[in-house]
């Protein structure tokens, strides 16, 4: 699988999915999330799903139910990521097969998701915790268990989460805004992606 960047498509639509989708993969990241506060956005997954899912893993965010968890694995998704860590959300992902990344804020939410089966860690928001506390909790968690920092990851500033012990970043403003084009969202992508490799290279 490609890097460990999701790509957080906040409010966009069926009809920018696919262009956007698109765009995201050629420039190699094929971890993508539309959160379902987004408009449509089981429309959109499902045709991202139809047109891509053999050369992206596609999901939903902002999922808080384990009714919503199965409505998402009714589009053939394959991630679901939520801000919370809720353990009915997880059990329910886990056992329609799909991928689990829970958001958590704490030591203790932590282990609570991965005590419930969590495939990997969403440490949200990022801006609040910041490397200094995702350096603290990495260093009491399983070495074995991922950590996704997500909100406020830039450019600028992904060599201090990477530092810190961050396995990989969920992206959303700084990759997608409702109304970009795909040549724009391209563009956005591929600076982050060769950021990411100078970062993990070194």
Sequence with gaps: ???????????????????????????????????????DPLVSIRAMVDRFGTQADIGAGTVLTPEQVRDVAATGARLIVSPNCNPSVIAE?????????????????????????ADALKLFPGE????????????VLPRDIKLFAVGG?????????????????????????PGDSAKVVAQKARALAARFDEVFTQ
């Design 1 to 39: 699988m490609s890097r460990p960047l999701i790509a957080i498509l906040r409010g966009i639509t069926p009809t920018d999915a696919l262009p956007v989708t698109e765009a995201l993969i050629a420039a190699g990241i094929a971890r993508i999330e539309v959160p379902l506060n987004s408009p």
């Design 153 to 177: 990851v830039s450019l600028e500033n992904m060599a201090d989460w990477q530092h810190a012990g961050a396995a990989g970043f969920g992206i959303g403003g700084a990759i997608y805004r």
């Design 128 to 139: 609040l915790i910041g490397p200094v506390g995702l350096r603290a909790m990495a260093a």
């Design 93 to 117: 992902t886990k056992r329609a097969g799909l991928q689990s990344y829970p958001g958590v804020m704490t030591p203790t939410e932590a282990f609570s998701a991965i005590a419930a089966g």
